[in-house]
């Protein structure tokens, strides 16, 4: 069983469309986050959700917009999508908020712009 | 503000060799330290993680980590490497009152046969 599984897997589309990546968790953790890994390597956190409720907020662009309609789903829309949103996003769960639960991450969606 | 330095991007290893990948961070609270291994086209998995309890901790793999507080390191070692070991590592910290982690740029692992 995946435990945290990302759909899809791949996404490529051109500058100027609207996209949406779904996520799912079946660990029964409260906490959900969206990370961005860019070409580099770098992981970014983008979002983080507990329980539905939003708590963290990087500075994102406000194309971009969670939606968590249950604790186990979090979903990220992207508008007017360009160049430089390509990267693979990354979905991510953990037990709680105590910063010493692990993360559990799922295996990402390759987003391309053209 | 927490932070973590990975020191090389890239480690090259033989088979058989030991590993070490090099962790420093910086935080003003206690922190939460963990490595995670992440393989080609996947998620990032966790390897192990320091929560203060011991300072050496012990991860899978047959992998394992020293916290050293007054070098404020947290460097990773394998005593023989596998070219199953060939991955991407990144270390992370968290804690602080703001829960969230903060991510090395990682460190690239190649086993040479």
């Known amino acids: 069983d995946t435990a945290v599984s990302q759909t899809p897997k791949y996404l490529v589309t051109q500058m100027g469309n609207d996209k949406s990546i779904k996520c799912e968790q079946n660990?029964?953790?409260?906490?959900m986050y969206w990370y961005k890994q860019d070409s580099k390597k770098f992981l970014k956190i983008m979002f983080s959700?507990?329980?539905?409720?939003?708590?963290i907020n990087e500075t994102v662009p406000n194309r971009f917009s969670p939606k968590s309609p249950d604790k186990a789903h979090l979903n990220l829309h992207i508008n007017s999508l360009e160049l430089g949103d390509s990267a693979v996003y990354f979905c991510?769960?953990?037990?709680?908020?105590?910063?010493?639960?692990?993360?559990?991450f799922g295996n990402g969606t390759r987003l391309t712009v053209t | 503000a927490q932070s973590v330095t990975q020191l090389g991007s890239h480690v090259s290893v033989s088979e058989g060799a030991l590993v070490l990948l090099r962790c420093n961070y910086s935080?003003?609270?206690?922190?939460?330290l963990f490595w995670y291994v992440q393989y080609p086209n996947q998620g990032l998995q966790l390897l192990l993680k320091?929560?203060?309890?011991?300072?050496l901790v012990k991860g899978i793999n047959g992998f394992e980590a020293e916290f050293k507080k007054s070098e404020t390191s947290f460097h990773l070692t394998k005593p023989s490497a596998h070219m199953s070991d060939a991955a991407e590592y990144f270390c992370?910290?968290?804690?602080?009152?703001?829960?969230?982690?903060?991510f090395g740029t990682g460190t690239r692992l190649k086993v040479l046969a």
């Open positions: 991510a769960s953990s037990q709680g908020e105590s910063p010493n639960s692990p993360l559990h």
């Open positions: 320091y929560t203060s309890a011991a300072t």
């Open positions: 992370a910290v968290s804690g602080g009152g703001t829960y969230k982690y903060i």
């Open positions: 935080s003003s609270v206690p922190p939460y």
């Open positions: 959700y507990n329980n539905k409720e939003l708590i």
């Open positions: 660990l029964g953790h409260d906490t």
